[in-house]
């Protein structure tokens, strides 16, 4: 039996802050591999970290199969925007989720003529989805790489 592994149907809809405690918990999932890899994996600080960031009012949540699949933040700065908590549920990564929410959001900060940036961990598979979208090195330190990519027009 054939299955289908690509995502069709996604949505994006507004964070609130009964979200906060969810995401926080899918942060952690996510990015735990990274940090431990890096030396960096704090169970309690994981989820504070975001908790502490968390903006209701830049936060979109990710619905795709009738549940929350995942957050992504776009957060004005002096000079553009800030690509934010891109988290997607482990169990749906791979499947062109990241890559279409990437593509709908880019698509209205080129509309704007938006610089976008964003950080990534080292050795993060996360790095590949944002070079592929345009997305290229400014700087990196051993923990973080940082990445921007100027609107298209």
């Known amino acids: 039996m054939e299955t289908n592994t690509r995502l069709m149907d996604w949505t994006l809809r507004p964070a609130t802050q009964a979200d906060v405690e969810v995401i926080a918990e899918l942060r952690a999932v996510v990015m ?80 704007d003529g938006a610089l976008v940036r964003l950080n990534v961990l080292q050795g993060s598979a996360a790095r590949r989805l944002y070079e592929r979208h345009g997305f290229g090195v400014e700087s990196e330190d051993p923990v973080d790489v940082f990445m921007v990519r100027a609107p298209r027009r």
Not at 45 to 59: G, I, K, Y
Not at 70 to 85: I, K, Q, T, Y
């Open 32 to 111: 735990r591999p990274d940090l431990e890899r890096l030396g960096r994996f704090d169970e309690h600080r994981v989820r504070q970290r975001f908790r502490d960031a968390f903006v209701e009012r830049h936060l979109s949540i990710i619905m795709a199969e009738g549940r929350l699949a995942g957050c992504v933040a776009l957060r004005p700065a002096a000079d553009g925007l800030w690509l934010e908590h891109f988290f997607i549920d482990p169990g749906l990564q791979g499947r062109g989720l990241g890559s279409a929410v990437l593509r709908g959001l880019l698509a209205r900060t080129d509309a």
